[in-house]
């Protein structure tokens, strides 16, 4: 019985706004919907963005592409024309599959959204549409605390890990490392190695990294990279 009554005054409040919204002028029933069922017009479509950029996700990650990259720079210049000579020199090999460089996506912990910038990186890494990452501190930090760095010196060819620590340029690092519910970080649960690639003093750096504070650059490969012949490549250019 209560259910039907339940039904029965959903169904005189629904047909009480029928009436009401066919006796207003065009204007007023725009105003009228959007003061009642404004809640629930942003409920669905915030649910059609969320189903959309899901099937985004799909979509890209089922697209052919031999590399993707992403590039988070400390200063605001523009690199798609080195990224752009890099593609055009890397695809002339007649291979299939695209180079994906993704120049938009940030990561500053100074900024007050940080924590949406992580989640957008966690599921770029997830969805495995990043094999390798040009950034600076900030994001190093987190990519060690999710443990998706490759170790270089047993991931890389061992001729490029060779060269690449003569010069100096690996960084020892400890990854894994994340606060509990209480936030305390267990030391016992971190891992040492070599996760990163020091770029200063390059082309590149010079170029899109003059920085009053000297900020550093970091070139890092992600450890679920199934391109990794191809992501040595692009280090190779990047340390030039």
């Known amino acids: 019985m209560k259910k039907k009554k339940r039904s029965s005054i959903l169904m005189l409040e629904l047909k009480e706004d029928f009436h009401t919204f066919r006796g207003l002028s065009g204007k007023r029933k725009v105003e009228f919907i959007w003061d009642y069922y404004r809640w629930k017009i942003l409920a669905l479509l915030g649910a059609v963005f969320i189903l959309c950029l899901f099937v985004h996700i799909i979509w890209e990650g089922q697209k052919p592409c031999r590399l993707r990259v992403c590039v988070v720079l400390n200063t605001e210049d523009d690199c798609s024309p080195w990224f752009g000579r890099f593609t055009e020199e890397l695809t002339s090999d007649g291979k299939p599959g695209a180079v994906d460089v993704n120049l938009d996506q940030p990561f500053d912990y100074d900024n007050m959204y940080y924590y949406v910038q992580e989640a957008e990186v966690m599921t770029t890494i997830s969805s495995g549409r990043m094999d390798l990452a040009v950034c600076g501190s900030d994001m190093l930090e987190y990519l060690l605390a999710l443990n998706a760095c490759l ?35 267990n030391p016992e649960d971190g891992i040492d190695g070599y996760y990163a690639i020091d770029l200063e003093g390059t082309d590149f750096f010079l170029e899109y990294n003059e920085t009053e504070e000297k900020e ?25």
């Open 216 to 240: 550093p650059l970091y070139a890092i490969v992600i450890r679920n990279t199934k391109h990794l012949s191809d992501c040595e490549s692009l280090i190779r250019e990047l340390v030039k």
């Open 151 to 185: 170790p270089l010196d047993s991931g890389l060819s061992k001729e490029l890990a060779d060269a690449l620590k003569a010069q100096g340029r690996l960084v020892y690092a400890t990854a894994n490392l994340t606060e509990d519910k209480h936030g305390q970080v």
